[in-house]
């Protein structure tokens, strides 16, 4: 299946906070949102386009209601295999917090 | 109230097909958010933005596209358009033969002329500090054309101008017969004062430099003086078969560089190069257009836009490829030429050629980019119907 990219799981994670059926424009005010620095709507729209094509995220066209006109836009959601390799990252990311906890550069004040 | 046009329309021709519209329709939307928010010039700052962070997914959203294509087909596919790039070269011989001659005539006359002002303009002259040499002509009042300085005027420009370190003359090159030589000929002659090569600090291979006394006004009453003579290299392997004990024959090449004539060259260069870039922009858009019916039905059939790019890229390359041949037998001949006229200049320079051929190679296929993307965007049902 291949681990994601960064931008990959930043996206995705997006898609996941949405938690419904979403377009990109969304997504892409959700990283903004989220991260504070602007992102790149090509760059949402192509990671979310890869992203279908790879089966981390459903996709699908959807008219627009009755008289508001325009053309069809695709909605996306995250697919189950795409919350499997966000899992598989969080992970792999958990393990590693682990053996790095107690190094005395990483101790917070709480 | 828009989104900048002409950002807009760079976006349009970078964005992958797939997702264009509704990228385009999103920026358009928040563009207009910006510019009511923050005004116009902070949206159009924004935008601009968002046409540099588009480049590079772009880009590689294109290259994810194409490499299925050449990974399918491997070598094989490559063979197959290269066989179908012949077929249409056959099939459209007089669009074909153009885009060849213009090709070939480019390179050709680009490297012949290359070749020809590397030699005289833009190597560092042969000299010790050529940097610091100079070269005057006079001009009158009024007119643009230069002339000569008469000897006169040499030497009296020589007593006045202090920031010259050292004056030396030498005259218009007549052509004459040369008889005391195993084999007569017309040879090319530079009168030029004694201490020339002392001012262009040329070293000499074989003998020495002029004397003062075989230069300068003759003093009154005294019969003729001996004369001498530098020859050329090229003189001295031809005529003198290369003779080491030939004395008082040296290497010397005579050339005048400026600085003002070599910002000329490197203008006419690079016009020359963009004129170059844009016929075969234009010439591949032609032939590209010449087949629309054909990536129509193929596109129709199933091909992707990939595809059609490798294809026309391909088909792109053909025709340089067929120019540079031609062009390297173009520049052959006409560095033949030149080098009949000019001192120093060889035939065809390898290291030019090779520069040239590179140049072009890298010009053409970015020039055959741009209608291969276009052809990539062929509407199957339009290009059908419109036939």
């Known amino acids: 299946m291949g681990s994601p990219g960064e931008f990959e799981q930043v996206v995705l994670l997006a898609l996941a906070g949405i938690g419904r059926d979403t377009t990109g424009r969304e997504v892409y005010e959700a990283i903004v949102d989220t991260t504070g620095r602007d992102a790149s709507v090509a760059s949402v729209h192509i990671t979310l386009n890869r992203l279908h094509e790879k089966g981390w995220a459903t996709g699908r066209s959807v008219e627009p209601p009755p008289g508001a006109g325009g053309k069809p836009r695709r909605r996306y959601a995250l697919s189950p295999d795409g919350a499997a390799v966000l899992a598989e990252v969080r992970a792999t990311l958990d393990r590693l917090w682990a053996r790095a906890e107690g190094h005395p550069l990483l101790e917070t004040d709480e | ?387």
């Open chain 2, 1 to 387: 109230m828009s989104s900048p046009p002409f950002s807009r329309r760079v976006l349009a021709a970078l964005l992958p097909a797939e997702i264009r519209t509704e990228t385009l329709a999103d920026l358009d939307r928040l563009w207009q958010e910006r510019a009511k928010r923050k005004g116009v010039a902070s949206a159009n700052r924004w935008y601009r933005g968002q046409l540099l962070g588009a480049f590079a997914p772009s880009v590689r959203a294109h290259v994810r596209r194409l490499r299925p294509t050449i990974r399918r087909g491997g070598l094989d596919s490559v063979r197959r358009d290269m066989g179908h790039a012949v077929r249409q070269l056959r099939r459209h011989p007089g669009v074909s033969a153009v885009v060849v001659v213009t090709l070939g005539l480019g390179i050709g006359t680009a490297t012949a002329v290359f070749s020809a002002v590397n030699g005289l303009l833009l190597k560092p002259l042969p000299y010790g500090e050529s940097d610091k040499l100079v070269m005057i002509t006079s001009r009158e009042t009024g007119s643009s054309l230069d002339l000569h300085v008469s000897g006169p005027d040499v030497l009296e420009m020589e007593a006045e101008i202090d920031e010259l370190v050292a004056f030396a003359g030498f005259a218009e090159a007549t052509v004459g017969p040369l008889t005391r030589v195993d084999r007569p000929q017309h040879v090319v002659t530079v009168p030029v004062t004694w201490d020339l090569f002392d001012v262009l600090d040329v070293e000499m291979t074989l003998g020495r430099r002029f004397l003062p006394e075989e230069g300068g006004p003759v003093p009154e009453g005294a019969g003729p003086r001996p004369g001498a003579a530098v020859v050329s290299h090229d003189f001295w392997v031809r005529s003198l078969g290369a003779d080491p004990d030939a004395v008082g024959r040296v290497t010397a090449y005579v050339r005048d560089g400026l600085a003002r004539m070599r910002l000329l060259t490197f203008l006419v260069q690079g016009f020359a190069a963009l004129a170059l870039g844009l016929s075969a922009v234009g010439l591949l858009s032609y032939s590209v257009r010449l087949r629309r019916r054909e990536l129509g039905l193929r596109m129709a059939l199933g091909a992707g836009g990939g595809g059609v790019v490798v294809r026309v890229l391909l088909e792109g390359l053909r025709l340089t490829a067929a120019g540079l041949a031609l062009g390297a037998v173009g520049a052959t001949l006409l560095g033949q030429v030149l080098r009949s006229h000019l001192f120093g200049v060889r035939s065809a320079d390898p290291v030019t050629l090779g520069a040239t051929a590179a140049v072009v190679l890298t010009v053409s296929m970015a020039a055959a980019l741009l209608p291969a993307l276009r052809a990539a965007r062929v509407d199957p049902a339009l290009t059908l119907r419109s036939e």
